[in-house]
Structure formats: C-alpha cells, structure tokens
C-alpha cells in the first residue's frame, strides 16, 4: 500500500488546535444537557419497567384465581396515576411552595422554557406510579377493582406529592431541616407502605387467613417463577431509580449503583441466614424480600455512603423486614407480598441509617434526629390520611369483595376474565352466570 508524508502536516494541525479556545472541541462535540437528558429518559424507562416487575411478582404471590385482577391493578393504576399526576400531583410537589407544605402552580403543565422540564416530569411520574403501585399487592385477593384504583388516584394525586413536596421541593419545611432521602426510601417507598397498611387494615384479611385463634394459616402463592422474575426486573430496574435521581450523567452513578447492588445481596443474605440458623426453611419469598428491602433501604443514602455502610444498610434492612413479616402476622395483618415489611419497616431503617452513615458527618445526632422525625412525619400524614380515604371509600362504594367472589376469585368476577384454563367459567360459575358474563 502506497503511504503519505503526514509530518508535515502534523505542524499546522497543532497550531490550529492550539488556536482554539480549550473548551471549544468539548462544546461542538458534547452537549451535555443532551447527554443528560438521555440519561434521565433512560432512567425513567428502566423505572417504569419496574411496573413490570410488580405485577409478576405480586400476581406470583396471589392465588392463580386472582392473577389476572392483580395485573390489572398494576396495569390500570399507572395509566390512571401518569394522568393525574401530571394534572395535579406534580404541581403539588414541584410547584411554588411558598408555605413549605405544597406547591401552587404547575398544574397541566404544556409550556416551558426549560426542555429539561419534560424529562423530570416524566422521571417523577414513574416515581409516582411506584408509590401507587406498593398497596396493590398487599390488599390483593379481597378489594375491589373500582375501589382500589380510586385509592390509587388519591395517592398519586394528593397523598405523595403533598408529602413529596415537604423533601423534594427546594422550599419544604424537611428539605430545609436538611432531611435525606436521595432517591425516595421513605419519600415512594413508606409513603406507599403506610398507605398499603392503612389498607389492609380497613379491608380486613383473607378468608381463611387467620384460624379462630388468630394463629395464621399459610396461603401460598400459585406461581414462584414469576415472583422470581419479578425481583430480577426490579432489581434491575432499581439502577434507574437510584441512579437515574442524580437528574444528570454523573461520575457518582458508579458509587450510587454499587451501594444498590452490594445492599440488595446484603437483604437477601440476611433473610436466607436468619431462617438457616433457627433451623427453618430458606424460602425463595423471602429471599426476594429481603433482596427487595435492601433495594429500599440503600434508596435514601445510596449517594451518601460508603460501600461498606451500604452492605450493613442493606443487611440490617432485611433482617428488619423478616421480623417485621412475622409482626404483622401476630397483629392478625394479612399483606399477601410483604409490602408494608418490605417498604415501610425497611424504608424507614434505611432512612435514619441514611444519617448515621452520612459519608461526611457520620454518627451525628443532629442529622439522625432530622432523619427520625421525617420518617415519623411520613408516617403520621400518610397513615392517617390513607386510614381515611380508605375508611370513607369502604362505607360509600364498599372497599371489599364479597364472599363469594373472594371464594371464587376475583379474575372472573372483577373482569369477566380467566388468567388460567383451569379455571372456566362452568366450575367458577352456574351456567346462567356463566352465560349473562359471556355475553358482555
């Protein structure tokens, strides 16, 4: 092959790159607001996939008469809170907060100067939906359809972005206390555990639950693949959320997904040791929660901590959620996925330890306090303001299924649908219910 003097071409290319201002090259060739925005729609998809990921591992853990209503609960309750959270619920978190409890404008928002604006809206709308999405699992099997999405849209609408306003909004009175909550452990992830408890206990427990003595009876779930599936995607998808909340292509993603990831094998570890060491079997279940309450206990300090202090947050968070399982069981609490264990019990560890192992203050009781009352702030407005809109729900259009469509699954009576063959319309139902059902 022929070859080309290129010396002494060298020489003027050197000057003319010697020319140029030092930021010249990076600015034609590296928008970073672009890159950025990549970053945070990618984020936002890898979050929604979450979405996924519920639904198969709460219809995993549901009997298989009840797959299909948990689907769609999951399915409609996204639909439903993207559409309200961009009417109301973002303008109450992100709005101009001039009292420090919620925002006053930004509602329906169709105009702004800032393109990135339509991003994080997009990004806090999967949050939104995340939120949502926890009490559906726990109240699964015995709520009605129509009842349950009405709960979701006061969540998504009123009940986390109020809450969501005190921390995330420059101007709420937590945020200006110094509360963390990087990602959301207690801002999604106990906002959407104290509303699932206040559920179930308004809802009641599934038949056969609980004995005349109010020992539990195990009720197991029809479809453990699923469930397993449904963790993986999670899992996954947490990488988004956690690192998706740095709203920016950042260097700091790296610490931020290694402390998620060393906290959920940490969960996990602890709920398959802790069963081993009593003599117990290890449960696939409960390994997944565990791996799950790590996720959600790395979620509020995963950028402010040490791998180290990630591995213990995420250990001790599902050391929390196995005994807080076992909690709810002997209050008489039927959470058919472990959802208050698993996002509230653990959120709220992971929160305060968010504090204790703060990578520039650790052990200082001034922030730990902080950290404390935000987690007992959450808990007494979302609690109590989901008690009550389920309360008011259940005495106006009723909350529960009735007692025979709990018996025969709510799949065919919430929907007119089966999710498995085993299950027809002519063993579920007479034939004349059978019929008037195939003719909608």
């Known amino acids: 092959m022929k070859s080309f003097p290129t010396r002494p071409l060298v020489a003027p290319l050197l000057l003319l790159l010697a020319s140029l201002p030092t930021n010249a090259l990076a600015a034609d060739t590296v928008d970073t607001g672009a890159v950025n925005m990549v970053w945070l729609a990618t984020a936002s998809a890898l979050v929604f996939l979450m979405q996924a990921g519920f639904a198969l591992l709460e219809s995993g853990l549901s009997r298989s008469k009840n797959a299909l209503n948990v689907v769609m609960k999951n399915y409609a309750d996204v639909c439903l809170g993207t559409l309200i959270f961009w009417a109301l619920g973002y303008g ?48 699964a099997e015995r709520t009605r359809f129509g009842a349950y999405l009405f709960g979701a849209l006061v969540i998504t609408g009123l009940i986390y972005p109020v809450f969501g306003s005190w921390v995330w909004n420059a101007d709420g009175w937590l945020a200006k206390l110094g509360f963390i909550d990087f990602a959301g452990s207690t801002v999604v992830h106990s906002v959407g555990a104290w509303c699932a408890l206040a559920g179930i206990i308004v809802v009641g427990p599934r038949l056969g639950r609980f004995d005349d003595k109010g020992k539990p009876r ?27 909340s740095t709203l920016a292509a950042d260097v700091d993603i790296g610490l931020i997904n290694l402390n998620t990831q060393l906290a959920a094998a940490a969960g996990a570890c602890a709920c398959m040791l802790l069963p081993a060491l009593s003599g117990r079997p290890v449960l696939l279940s409960e390994t997944i929660n565990g791996s799950l309450a790590g996720l959600v206990g790395i979620t509020a300090g995963c950028a402010s901590m040490l791998p180290g202090h ?21 209050l008489r609490l039927d959470d058919v996925v472990g959802a208050v264990a698993v996002h509230g019990f653990a959120g709220a560890w992971g929160t305060i330890a968010a504090g204790i192992f703060l990578i520039d203050n650790p052990f200082n009781m001034q922030v730990i306090s902080v950290q404390v009352l935000g987690v007992l702030a959450c808990f007494l407005w979302t609690f109590f303001a989901a008690l009550l809109m389920y309360l008011l729900i259940a005495v106006s259009v009723g909350l529960r299924a009735s007692t025979m469509h709990e018996q025969r699954g709510l799949d065919l009576s919430e929907h007119a649908e089966i999710g498995y063959p085993e299950f027809p319309m002519e063993t579920a139902y007479t034939a004349d219910r059978a019929s008037s059902l195939e003719g909608r």
Do not use: Y
């Not at 009292?99 to 939104?128: H, P, V």
């Open 92 to 139: 109450l978190m992100f709005g101009s907060n001039t009292t420090g409890w919620f925002g006053s404008d930004s509602f329906m928002l169709n105009r702004t100067e800032d393109a990135g604006t339509w991003g994080i809206i997009l990004f806090q709308t999967m949050f939104a939906a995340t939120a949502a999405t926890i009490a559906s699992g726990a109240m």
């Open 310 to 330: 990630a591995l213990i947050t995420g250990f001790v968070a599902g050391v929390v959620c196995f005994i807080g399982t076992r909690l709810l069981l002997r």
């Open 218 to 244: 195990e009720i197991r779930g029809h479809n453990m693949t699923l469930v397993a599936i449904g963790g993986f995607i999670l899992w996954f998808g947490w990488f988004g959320f956690n690192g998706g």
